[in-house]
Each structure stands twice: as C-alpha cells, then as structure tokens.
C-alpha cells in the first residue's frame, strides 16, 4: 500500500552489522587466523582473475509511524568512499511494524578485481582490512535503496533513490 512506502521514507535507517562475509570461498566472518588473512592477502596481490566478495550488511529500520512501513522489492547502490562498487536489488519483501525495529538483510556480492582494475585499489584494501577488523581508518559507506512497493496491484518505484550512509571500522 501506498501508506506503507510513506512510512518507510520516514523510517530511521542506521548499521547494524556485516556478517557472511566470503573472499573467493574463504569463510571471513568469524575470528580471522593469521593463515586465513595471510591467504586472503595473497589471494588480493596474486589473482589475475576474478576476486570475489560476499557479504550481508544488516540495517537496523526504525518505523516510528503508526503504520506498518515496507516494500515489495528494494534496488540499492553502494558507495565505499565515494567510490560506486556495486548495484543490486533485494527481490524479498519486508515489513516494519508501528513503533518497532527490524533488521533488512542486504546481500552484497562484488568482484574486488575489477574494482581494484579501476584504480580504487586504497578505498577497497580499507575496507577489505576494516572488514577483517585490522584496519586504522573507518571506511565512509553510503547505502542508496529505492524501494518498490504494490498500488492496486501495480509496482510503484520511488522516484529517488534515499542515501543510507554509515561507517565500518570505528573503534
């Protein structure tokens, strides 16, 4: 419904977590090994094919409305560092509740050679370290989402993408 898009603009939107993190099969989401780092790195410096990065990033919405806020399906972008690495779309539904929180799960898949190809090699060894919660630097992040919602059985897409940003790494 059309009041559910409206209470969904007006959610609060903060980070929440990264969780399932994988590089090229290499599981990163749990406590990391010297030898699985030393791998991960030696995977970064010496593949000559495709580097691939899968992670959840989990979004803590806060609806405040007095209406269940949610959509259909999502479109998203996301920018490390002011840098454009990924696009995609959450094809699941989700729903907020008046008055409560829920955490959006956003699957991210990237492949850090060809970002890395493109000369964005520092913004994404960042982010690969703060990831790996070895880094020194926060890495500046900015979720776009453009949600989709159902009216009388159509798909209506918000005009604008809305910017989420946060940062990973903080200590």
Request: glycine share 4%.
């Given at each position: 419904m059309a009041s559910q898009a409206m209470a969904m603009k007006e959610c609060n939107y903060t980070y929440h977590s990264i969780d399932n993190i994988v590089v090229s099969g290499i599981s990163a989401s749990e406590e990391i090994s010297a030898f699985t780092l030393l791998k991960i790195v030696?995977?970064?410096?010496?593949?000559?094919?495709?580097?691939?990065?899968?992670?959840?990033?989990?979004?803590?919405?806060?609806?405040?409305?007095?209406?269940q806020a949610g959509f259909e399906r999502m479109a998203y972008q996301l920018d490390v560092d002011s840098i454009r690495i990924t696009e995609g779309e959450i094809s699941q539904p989700f729903?907020?509740?008046?008055?409560?929180?829920?955490?959006?799960?956003?699957?991210?898949?990237?492949?850090?050679?060809?970002?890395?190809?493109?000369?964005?090699?520092?913004a994404i060894l960042k982010l690969a370290k703060n990831l790996l919660g070895i880094g020194s630097t926060p890495s500046s992040l900015k979720l776009n989402?453009?949600?989709t919602i159902k009216v009388l059985n159509r798909d209506v897409t918000a005009p604008k993408y809305i910017?989420?940003?946060?940062?990973?790494?903080?200590?």
């Amino acid at each position: 419904m059309a009041s559910q898009a409206m209470a969904m603009k007006e959610c609060n939107y903060t980070y929440h977590s990264i969780d399932n993190i994988v590089v090229s099969g290499i599981s990163a989401s749990e406590e990391i090994s010297a030898f699985t780092l030393l791998k991960i790195v030696d995977l970064i410096n010496n593949a000559s094919s495709s580097i691939s990065l899968s992670m959840t990033l989990n979004l803590s919405v806060e609806n405040p409305n007095n209406v269940q806020a949610g959509f259909e399906r999502m479109a998203y972008q996301l920018d490390v560092d002011s840098i454009r690495i990924t696009e995609g779309e959450i094809s699941q539904p989700f729903s907020v509740a008046p008055h409560t929180t829920n955490v959006l799960p956003v699957n991210i898949n990237i492949d850090l050679r060809k970002i890395i190809a493109q000369e964005n090699s520092e913004a994404i060894l960042k982010l690969a370290k703060n990831l790996l919660g070895i880094g020194s630097t926060p890495s500046s992040l900015k979720l776009n989402v453009k949600p989709t919602i159902k009216v009388l059985n159509r798909d209506v897409t918000a005009p604008k993408y809305i910017p989420l940003s946060f940062s990973i790494g903080d200590k």
